[in-house]
């Protein structure tokens, strides 16, 4: 499976932005579907995960409750939904597919080997 993420741009601060990660040459299905950050400088950083079902649901600290993540698996579309950005959330974003089991998501880098180019984020006024 091919991964591309989409949907960054600038936006204010406060504002929103939807990211979309779509598949191609394969299925979604089988994997536990992440998105991650990088900003200048710094390590890539786990953001949010959701299972294979999409029941199952993590974020990381500093996104819980400004960031909603999705799938449709039928779309083979994972989404990024992010409110209240701020400043310090202008990064690059990726989506990242790893094997898992029913239920399971995963917030290590290390448990995804399939990664899209990512899409650039800044917040600015």
């Known amino acids: 499976v091919q991964l591309q993420a989409s949907g960054g741009g600038l936006v204010q601060p406060g504002g929103s932005l939807r990211l979309s990660c779509a598949a191609s040459?394969?299925?979604?299905?089988?994997?536990?579907m992440g998105w991650f950050r990088q900003a200048p400088g710094k390590e890539r950083e786990f953001v949010a995960t959701i299972s294979r079902g999409g029941t199952v649901k993590d974020y990381a600290d500093f996104v819980k409750g400004r960031a909603t993540i999705s799938r449709e698996n039928a779309k083979n579309t994972v989404l990024l939904q992010m409110n209240s950005l701020k400043a310090e959330d202008t990064a690059v974003y990726y989506c990242a597919a790893g094997r898992g089991v029913t239920g399971q998501t995963m917030n290590s880098i290390n448990r995804y080997d399939v990664w899209g180019r990512g899409t650039q984020v800044t917040v600015s006024s």
């Open positions: 040459e394969g299925t979604i299905v089988p994997y536990v």
